[in-house]
Each structure stands twice: as C-alpha cells, then as structure tokens.
C-alpha cells in the first residue's frame, strides 16, 4: 500500500517567533547595527550645534535670530533628503543610498568646518542636510526589510538608539574642544562629524542589498541568500521570499535565479504618490495618517527644543558657566541613550502601545515639572538650589522618558505599517516631518 502523504501546513511568520534563534540571525543584526549608523550623523548634528552655536554666535557675531535660523533649519533641509530618498532608494538600492548619505554627509560636514561666514555656513547645513535626510529614511527601511519577524521590533529601534549615541557623541565634542581657541572650537567640533559618515561609507562594503529591492529587480537567487542568512529558518526565508514576491507582482511558483520583473513594477515608485496621497484607499489613508501623525506629535513634542537648546535651559536653571552648561548637556545625551538601549529590549517583550502612553505620560510630568521649578527660578531673588536642581532633573527625566517609547517606536511603527510595495515612499514621506 502506498504511504499516504501528510498535508502540508502553512505557516506564518508569528510561528517562528516562539523558536530559538539560530547563528545566521546575527548576520542580521550585524546589518541592522550597520545601517542604523547612519543615524549618528543626524544625532551628532543635532548634539554638536546645541553647544557651538555658543562660540559661533560669539565669533560670527550672530544675532539671536540668526542662531535660530541656523539651528533650525536642518529640519527643513532633511525634509529635502529624505522626500529624494524614497525614489533613489529605489533606483540605486538600499545599499548605495547609505553610501550616498554618508558621502553627502562628509562634504557637508567639512564644509562645516571650514566655513568663514554665516552665508557659507548655511550653504554648508543645506549639504549636511540633504545627507541626513537620506540617513533618517533609508535607516528603518533597510532594517526592517532586512530583519526576521521574530526581532524586527527590536532591529528597527537601532536607528533612534544611535540618533542618540550620536547626541552624546556631539555633547561629548562640545566639552572636548571648548577650550580651543574661539575660532578654531566650534570649526573642529562641527568638522569632525565627517569621520562617522568615512566609517559608515566602508562599513556598508560588508552588507548585503535589501531582499525586498532585490525582488523587485528580478534577482530572486540573490534575494534568497540574503533571506536565508537573515531569517529564523530556511522555511521563513521561503515564506518571507512569497510575500515579496506578491507584492512585486511575480508569480510565487517562479524559482528562477533571475526574472523579467514588468515595467510597470519597475516604475511604481511613479504611481506610488499617487497612491499614498491623491487616490489612497481608505486602508492606506488610515496608514498614512497614522504614521504622518505619530512622526509629528513626535516632534511637536518639544524634543527637539529641549535638546538643542539645553545649555540655555541649563543656564537659565543657574548654571553660568559654559563648563557646567556643556557638562549637564554631557549628561543629558547619556540618559538618553541609557534609556533607548532599555526601550530596545522592551519593544517586543511589552508592547508598542504601553511603551507610547507610559512614556507620552512621563514627558507630560517632566515638561510641567520643568516649567514651574525653571519659575521658580526665574522669579525667585535668592538662588533657590532645590529648583535648580529640579530643573535638571526634569531635563533629564524628559529626554529619558521620550527615548523609552516616543523616539524608538516613532520609527519602529511607521516602518511596520506600510504595505512593502509602499513602504520606501511612506516611510520617508514620514521621516521628512523630521
């Protein structure tokens, strides 16, 4: 009699979640920690220029408007590169498009440190921030399509981790060379942000292309390598390899190494806008309207005031000298990357959402806290200590509040939610709020 055969039973990605992971899954969080890098250069940007602004300011003799311009509008700058970023991630591929961000970076950053003038100096943070806006959008794409399901939550947090190891590198900076001569200080401390993006730009040499851009080219061989050294089990790669492969219009019962990909697939980054804003459905209009949401509450959330300005906050607080103004700033980048580095551990283990609220919650007390005790401060004719030593507690109990789940799950969320065939639009349409 012949032997019956037992029916085959598809499984989802949730059904490996629970299983041991083997060696390969360090291949991807060797990728993930490679391509996160790319998000030191926003970090160190946003922690260098909190304190040079200091000695530009004296040296350029800048007005108080001026600084203010040339603190903000990164933001605008970035929001250029990473709109770009989508379409050029791609045309060129995950890969190259971290090597193009870290290289727009280092001219940008010499640029930097070389510049006589205001004038220049702008010009200069337009170059930097084309690069970093490349940097904040092909970060959490490429982690997420890289990683299995099983830690993807925990992989895509990297980029907030080294945003932040980043803002303690540029605090770190600040103290190093302020005792440098005027002009030559804050020229050294912006300058040297160009050697992160040299390492990043050699360090990408050792990663492989997206497996979700490798399909959508036709490469079906190449992507199945990557998948198998970056998933829980040759039966994840497969499954992981199907929905790819769906998306990218491709016929799941094609093994060939190499496929005819229709033109209308390599072309759908044309209609991918479209689709996302001017004739969504109304699934892809919730998705677009949460992940555009969470990005902007993030911000409008005030993190980027109380870190850039932070040693005016300080010395609003009492600290007067620019010694313990950069020293407190020191310990502010600390906190927050202490407290992302937790926030990654617990992104899988307790949840998205009560991660947000608890946090959301935190900032709310810290903010209010912040705001009475710097008050007190500010009206009191004695020196009250116990509200110069609140006011710092309060910075410090923000920024760390903010990083255990406003920061990381900002770009965890939106990197998740989109469909793969809108994922590299959507997710630099929400990183440009950055």
């Known amino acids: 009699m012949a032997e019956e055969k037992t029916p085959v039973q598809l499984k989802s990605l949730e059904d490996f979640d629970s299983q041991k992971k083997p060696e390969s899954n360090k291949f991807a969080f060797a990728c993930a920690i490679l391509a996160s890098m790319t998000s030191i250069l926003l970090g160190y940007d946003i922690g260098v220029m909190s304190g040079a602004v200091i000695y530009i300011k004296r040296d350029l003799k800048l ?36 090597v193009l961000a870290g290289s727009i970076f280092f001219a940008g950053a010499l640029l930097m440190g070389f510049s006589p003038n205001f004038a220049f ?28 399901a099983s830690s993807r939550g925990f992989l895509t947090s990297f980029p907030e981790v080294f945003i932040n190891g980043g803002i303690l590198l540029g605090y770190i900076s600040n103290y190093g060379f302020s005792k440098l001569p005027l002009r030559l200080g804050w020229r050294v401390m912006l300058g040297i942000g160009a050697i992160p993006s040299v390492i990043l730009a050699v360090g990408v040499l050792a990663m492989p292309e997206s497996p979700r851009w490798l399909v959508m080219k036709g490469r079906l061989g190449d992507a199945i390598i990557v998948l198998n050294k970056t998933s829980n089990s040759e039966q994840e790669a497969q ?35 479209k689709e996302l804003f001017i004739y969504p459905t109304p699934a892809v209009r919730h998705i677009v309207i949460a992940a555009l949401g969470i990005h902007f509450f993030q911000r409008a959330s005030g993190i980027d005031a109380v870190v850039l300005y932070s040693p005016t906050i300080f010395r609003k607080a009492g600290l ?44 709310v007390i810290s903010l209010l806290t912040l705001a009475v005790s710097l008050t007190v401060v500010d009206h009191s004719r004695v020196r009250q200590m116990w509200a110069v030593g609140l006011s710092i507690a309060s910075v410090l109990s923000y920024v760390a509040t903010f990083s255990i789940g406003a920061g990381p799950i900002t770009w965890v969320y939106s990197s998740e939610i989109f469909p793969l065939r809108l994922r590299a639009q959507g997710a630099s349409a929400g990183g440009g709020g950055e």
């Open 121 to 148: 100096l702008m010009f200069a943070r337009f170059i930097a921030g084309i690069g970093i806006g490349y940097a904040l959008m092909i970060a959490p794409v490429y982690t997420a399509e890289v990683s299995p």
């Open 63 to 98: 007005s108080n408007v001026q600084i203010e311009i040339l603190v903000g509008i990164i933001n605008l700058f970035s929001l250029i590169g990473s709109c770009l970023a989508g379409r050029t991630s791609d045309w060129i591929g995950r890969r190259y498009t971290i």
């Open 239 to 273: 499954l992981r390899l199907s929905e790819i492969k769906a998306a990218a219009g491709i016929p799941e019962n094609c093994t060939d190494d190499v496929v005819s990909v229709k033109k209308t697939n390599e072309r759908e980054g044309n209609t991918v806008w």
């Open 320 to 363: 007067e000298s620019d010694t313990e103004q950069l020293l407190a700033t020191v310990a502010v980048g600390l906190a927050k990357t202490v407290f992302i580095l937790v926030a990654t551990f617990l992104l899988d283990r307790v949840g998205r959402r009560p991660l947000l609220l608890s946090s959301v919650g935190g900032m």
